[in-house]
């Protein structure tokens, strides 16, 4: 009975799919308790593809494209009656997302402070390891308070890294790059016409109006009106992260491209990745305006298995919901706060986004090159947090999302907006060691 039902229904979606023009491959993300069998029967039905599995092992979330539109094709109670049969949960429409940056003008004055120094065993500039960022969080109280310097691996979920830069070679895992399907995560496949110009530091000039960089004329030049306002944005988080937890060890995850730009499907599959590969924490420095039942699946994954999970509050000076920061209980937003404590004029405010905030204006990282950056917004407050995330599993075994969350809600208090206030990595690392095995939020 159940297979004469199944051809019937076949039959009948086929119709509603064969009535429709021919169209652009459409993207369209589909979660199933069934398997691959029972995608394959639904792409059997509804004329889709199956381009592969999201997940991994897991066999629950995958990618299928169709010249047609998929939700219209299921339509009339067919959707509802493909979910008993196959045990389809959700399809939705695979989103390209963008990275949406502030502007930022001029370059403040640590960009230029290029003194070599020793920082945990590698050769950095001054400005970069004794940046207002990095005081304002109390980060070297709490690195030699606790004789902390980060633990685990922290996965990056962003545009990719350059992998031969200096600062971040000896904490580089290879990473994966979702947007072609290959093994690493090279930031310069993006822009193989700069690499040749990379090393030097004549001059400083500002890129994309989104961020400041040590660059030379010519890879200025190169840059200059080209289509990457996010070229560098990884290598800048990663960065961000080994300034906080110099010991931690770094998996980029390329979903993103130097367009900013970066479908859903590949952050979702880029979570399975990170959690797969032993990942302890996961910084994802960008954010959606709806919700996406995969997405939220991925970060339950996570959960369970007792990643940390970090996510950038936005940059839309509202207090909007947006995700994944907007997932309490099972990720931490994080706001922007000015050098002078207030919140920064674009960040995202309210509980329904922020547990805390953290410096992100005129931050200073790493740049592909091998040189340094200056950029404004969440983006670069959320892998501070996720950074400082490392320093509490170095002090003490057991890290899960709800410790982690508990012990960085011991924060500097600033106003309501910003929920439990502003990152202070000493107070949090003392809360966490301090705490019980029962400790929860």
């Known amino acids: 009975m159940k297979r004469k039902l199944l051809s019937a229904v076949v ?8 009535s429709k023009p021919a169209a652009a491959q459409q ?3 589909v979660r199933t308790t069934g398997g691959l069998t029972s995608v394959l ?7 889709c593809q199956v381009q592969g599995s999201l997940d991994g092992s897991v066999g629950q979330t995958y990618l299928v494209t169709s010249a047609g539109n998929l939700l219209e094709a299921l339509v009339g109670g067919v959707v509802n009656l493909l979910e008993a049969l196959l045990g389809i949960q959700s399809v939705e429409p695979d989103r390209a997302l963008p990275i949406p940056l502030p502007a930022i003008n001029n370059a403040p004055y640590g960009l230029t402070d290029t003194a070599p120094v020793n920082y945990f065993g590698t050769v950095v500039t001054h400005g970069y390891a004794a ?11 709490a690195q030699n308070g606790f004789g902390v310097s980060g633990a685990g691996i922290v996965a990056v979920i962003d545009t990719g890294v350059d992998i031969n830069h200096p600062v971040l070679v000896p904490v580089l895992l290879p990473g994966y ?7 690493g995560a090279s930031e310069w496949l993006d822009m193989p016409q700069l690499q040749t110009q990379s090393g030097s530091t004549q001059q400083s000039g500002v890129v994309q109006q989104q961020s400041a960089a040590i660059l030379d004329q010519q890879s200025a030049a190169i840059l200059d009106g080209q289509p990457c306002g996010a070229f560098g944005h990884g290598t800048m988080t990663s960065g961000i992260v080994h300034l906080v937890a110099p010991k931690a060890k770094i998996l980029p995850l390329k979903a993103f491209s130097a367009n900013g730009t970066g479908y859903l499907s590949n952050i979702i599959a880029a979570m399975y990745y990170a959690v797969q590969h032993n990942a302890n924490v996961v910084n994802m420095s960008f954010d959606l305006s709806t919700p996406s039942p995969a997405l939220s699946q991925a970060v339950s994954y996570a959960n369970h298995a007792n990643v940390v999970l970090v996510a950038a509050a936005g940059n839309e000076s509202t207090s909007a919901r947006v995700y994944p920061a907007a997932l309490n209980g099972y990720v931490m937003g994080i706001a922007s706060t000015t050098d002078w404590d207030a919140r920064s004029s674009f960040s995202n405010y309210g509980s329904s986004d922020v547990w805390i905030a953290a410096p992100g204006e005129y931050v200073i990282s790493t740049f592909p090159g091998g040189g340094y950056a200056a950029a404004s917004g969440t983006s670069f407050s959320s892998p501070l947090v996720a950074g400082t995330a490392s320093l509490l599993l170095n002090a003490k075994s057991g890290l899960n999302q709800s ?13 309501p907006d910003l929920n439990h206030g502003r990152l202070d990595a000493y107070q949090a690392i003392s809360a966490w060691k301090s705490s019980g095995s029962a400790w929860s939020w």
């Open 11 to 18: 039959i009948a979606v086929m119709m509603l799919a064969a």
């Open 27 to 29: 993207r369209y993300i």
């Open 41 to 47: 029967n639904l792409c059997l039905s509804a004329g």
């Open 131 to 141: 940046q207002p960022a990095g005081q304002i969080i109390r980060l070297t109280d």
């Open 177 to 183: 790059d979702f947007t072609r399907s290959q093994p």
């Open 403 to 415: 410790h982690a969350a508990s012990a960085l809600a011991h924060a500097r208090t600033l106003t």
